[in-house]
């Protein structure tokens, strides 16, 4: 059975950080595309950012750009997002997902296989 579980979320002020991480289990870490999406109250999901089988290519929504960093460690099953310089607008619950895939469909929510519940991150102002 395959499990993603996220943890690392909080309440943090504007302008401080925090280091998500996402677990995975029941699935052959190294052969899945990693992505993390947020959803804030009243909104549709969004994409956030995704990381290549290797690691070597990211890719990131516009807002994050230069603030978030995607990352994983593929001998421990882990994928992370470090999240700097944090926005009341970055408040959301954010969720990591696995995805076989290999297009350029990444910030395209339906196109992953596997998905954690997630973990709320509150930015206060």
């Known amino acids: 059975q395959v499990q993603l579980v996220e943890s690392g979320g909080g309440l943090v002020q504007a302008g401080g950080s925090l280091r998500l991480s996402c677990t995975a289990s029941g699935l052959t870490f190294s052969s899945f595309r990693m992505g993390w999406f947020r959803q804030a109250p009243g909104k549709e999901r969004e994409f956030v950012a995704a990381?290549?089988?290797?690691?070597?290519?990211?890719y990131y929504v516009d807002s994050v750009k230069g603030r978030f960093t995607i990352s994983r460690d593929n001998a421990n099953n882990r994928v992370y997002l470090q999240m700097n310089s944090l926005k009341p607008e970055d408040t959301a619950v954010y969720s990591c997902a696995a995805r076989r895939r290999y297009d350029n469909n990444y910030h395209v929510g339906a196109t992953y296989d596997y998905w954690g519940q997630g973990t709320q991150v509150t930015v206060s102002s």
């Open positions: 990381i290549s089988l290797s690691g070597v290519s990211t």
